[in-house]
């Protein structure tokens, strides 16, 4: 009994020491809680340390821009997040000599055109091969490449997406012009400049001016009644006017920037002929109708379809005329269905509007994979406007061209002499052509005059292993501008037109903006076996770019 007791009073004795242990526990939890304003200071420490964390991450991001910006390299942007590169990087590499004591301080502009290849195009009979066809292959090594590589305006054709596009520009410091023309086209021309004010060259937000010219309606006389046209394109040119950003200067200083993407066809070169000649004079004499930008640079940039060897190339830059080109000319001087089809019905119902600063339309509805599906196989309409598969052979080379006739007086068509003088209000210097054969980065045998570039078609059966370049010359423009595994060819360029007019067979380029660097195109080892390729490039065309000294 007395053990009983013994053990309950331990135990009593126990439970109490338990719970003096408990209480005492509890009390001193209690008096370490903080307080509410300890919290509230805890807080306050953390959303510093954010805010503090996240403007070194943009100065650190606005760093890398400038060190990217002064290399003329990409840098990091090549690479995605998980460590694919998603580009092919290049360097902006100097022109000897065009860095002399007065053109180091002046105001310089880098210039970009590409032709990004619109998602609507792509179809796979175009690019067998290609690892890079659906959008979501597409999209990052795309918006990497346009949004890394250093430029302050770009021109872009082919453009569709825009709802994915325009996003990214306005984030990453760019303002943009984009339009189609018509209604009906699935994608048009966007011009696009830098706003940020932390870039070294920026422009204010919204254009002086902008034009979009339809280049089916552009009319040859002062009656506006002949457009000499040959065919229905749908083709357009798109100008801004883009006022330079810039504090205590006495005069508003800025630059004209066009772009353009001209009839795709390779036999119909006299329908690029012409709209390059009307698209020329409607820039000059869009430039003399505001005293504001009277005595601005103008840049013509864009995808023109036409090889230097054309007799497009050689109107624009006031070469000398080849036999090929009048004779070019000539077996397409013709007239095509489209062109009696749409005097049938003259009412123009599809002309669109200018989307100004990215106000795009909305995407159509529908599930991701019929879209994409879509967009693989194409449809009619668009293979009509751009497709490259139409064999443009089909009748023989010494026969009409497909779905044309032979032009009659009554149709207006212009003679090659009337090409020549709608040419004639002013001839422009090509900045490749003048410059890329003198960069500092040696590109002997990048040139389109190279001997060594090699076949432009897949099923050139004349060709042969090791025969001579067909356009062996002194031409220093890019080797290749587009190199898909099918067609390997020079399309784009960057004209540059002075301030006056010379005549086309005056020498004189004076006003004109001195060209003092270029962006390299690759290689063709580094394009081989053809584009769009993950990792190189997500479009078939290259991006090219000149940077201008602006007087």
């Not at 004591?101 to 310089?108: I, T």
């Not at 290849?117 to 175009?126: D, F, H, N, P, T």
């Not at 004209?256 to 709209?275: C, D, G, K, N, S």
Request: glycine residues 10%; charged residues 30%.
């Amino acid at each position: 009994m007395g053990n009983s007791e013994g053990q309950g009073g331990a135990s009593a004795k126990g439970r109490k020491q338990a719970s003096n242990a408990a209480s005492g526990g509890a009390s001193s939890s209690s008096s370490k809680r903080p307080s509410p304003e300890e919290i509230e200071a805890k807080r306050r420490e953390r959303a510093e340390k954010k805010a503090r964390e996240e403007r070194e991450r943009q100065e650190a991001q606005r760093q890398r821009q400038l060190q990217l910006e002064a290399d003329g390299g990409a840098g990091a942007a090549v690479l995605s997040p998980d460590g694919r590169q998603l580009f092919e990087p290049r360097k902006w590499s100097a022109v000897a000599g065009a860095h002399g004591e007065g053109v180091e301080h002046k105001q310089r502009i880098k210039v970009l055109s590409w032709n990004i290849l619109a998602q609507g195009l792509v179809r796979r009979k175009l690019f067998p091969g290609s690892d890079c066809l659906r959008w979501k292959d597409r999209e990052e090594g795309l918006s990497a490449e346009m949004l890394s590589l250093p430029w302050d305006v770009g021109c872009f054709q082919e453009v569709d997406r825009i709802e994915d596009h325009g996003p990214k520009l306005k984030e990453s410091g760019r303002a943009y012009l984009y339009a189609k023309g018509y209604a009906r086209k699935q994608h048009g021309l966007m011009v696009a400049w830098n706003i940020s004010s932390w870039r070294t060259t920026r422009f204010k937000e919204q254009p002086a001016g902008s034009k979009l010219v339809f280049l089916d309606d552009e009319t040859v006389d002062k009656e506006a009644k002949r457009t000499g046209l040959s065919r229905v394109t749908r083709n357009i040119g798109l100008f801004a006017a883009l006022s330079l950003d810039e504090e205590g200067s006495d005069e508003q200083r800025g630059i004209i920037v066009a772009t353009t993407h001209l009839f795709w066809h390779p036999m119909h070169a006299y329908e690029r002929v012409r709209q390059s000649g009307l698209l020329k004079r409607a820039l000059l004499q869009w430039r003399q109708s505001n005293e504001a930008w009277r005595k601005w640079p103008v840049v013509l940039a864009g995808d023109f379809n036409d090889q230097p060897h054309s007799a497009t190339h050689a109107l624009m830059t006031a070469s000398d005329i080849s036999a090929h080109c009048r004779d070019e000319v000539q077996r397409s001087t013709v007239v095509h269905t489209s062109v009696d089809e749409r005097r049938a019905n003259l009412a123009v119902k599809d002309l669109g509007k200018l989307d100004i600063a990215g106000e795009a339309a909305a995407p159509k509805k529908g599930g991701e994979a019929g879209e994409e599906e879509k967009e693989e196989e194409g449809d009619g309409e668009e293979e009509e406007e751009e497709g490259e598969g139409e064999d443009e052979n089909a009748e023989g080379s010494d026969q009409m061209l497909k779905n044309c006739r032979a032009a009659k007086e009554q149709d207006g068509l212009l003679s090659f002499d009337e090409l020549v003088e709608l040419h004639s209000a002013s001839s422009a210097s090509s900045a490749y052509g003048q410059h890329f054969g003198s960069l500092q980065e040696d590109q002997a045998g990048n040139y389109f005059g190279s001997k060594e570039r090699g076949k432009e078609r897949y099923d050139d059966t004349e060709w042969k292993e090791g025969q001579p370049n067909i356009h062996l010359g002194p031409s220093k423009e890019p080797m290749w501008t587009l190199f898909s595994s099918i067609f390997s060819l020079t399309l784009d360029y960057i004209f540059l037109f002075p301030l006056q007019s010379p005549s086309p067979s005056s020498s004189d380029r004076d006003g004109a903006p001195t060209v003092t660097a270029l962006l390299p195109t690759h290689k063709t080892a580094v394009l081989q076996p053809g584009i769009p390729r993950r990792g190189v490039c997500a479009s078939d065309h290259i991006a090219i770019g000149a940077e201008l000294s602006l007087s």
